[in-house]
């Protein structure tokens, strides 16, 4: 029983950290991205999508600046809302299995702008 839970925490976590790098590469090529208005950083950290996928909050690894964009005319954001969902939901089944609420974890996705 015991392995089995293991195995099912492992396997959940893999698929997470691949959604993560596949999340990662879909919104640096939909939005307009720039590096820190504050420090000049360009390691971010996804904070969400908006629902409708139009824009994004991210903020700066190195001082923490929140800054917020808005996607690349003409783009779809429909895989970037998937992933997102998907990542959630995998969350979810992760915290369930080891006993923790998602509310109480912020996922940040870090990603280089350049």
């Not at 640096?28 to 996928?53: A, D, E, F, Q, R």
């Not at 800054?67 to 783009?75: E, L, P, R, S």
């Amino acid at each position: 029983m015991f392995g089995n839970k293991k195995r099912k925490e492992e396997e959940l976590l893999r698929d997470i950290q691949r959604l993560y790098w596949k999340l990662n590469e879909i919104v640096k090529s939909l939005y307009k991205l720039k590096n820190c208005t504050k420090c000049g950083g360009h390691v971010m950290n996804i904070h969400v999508i908006s629902p409708s996928g139009k824009s994004i909050e991210y903020s700066c690894e190195n001082c923490g600046e929140v800054m917020a964009c808005t996607i690349i005319d003409g783009k779809d954001p429909g895989m970037a809302l998937h992933l997102q969902n998907t990542i959630k939901s995998k969350m979810e089944e992760l915290y369930s299995l080891i006993g923790e609420e998602i509310h109480k974890r912020e996922i940040d996705i870090t990603f280089k702008i350049n």
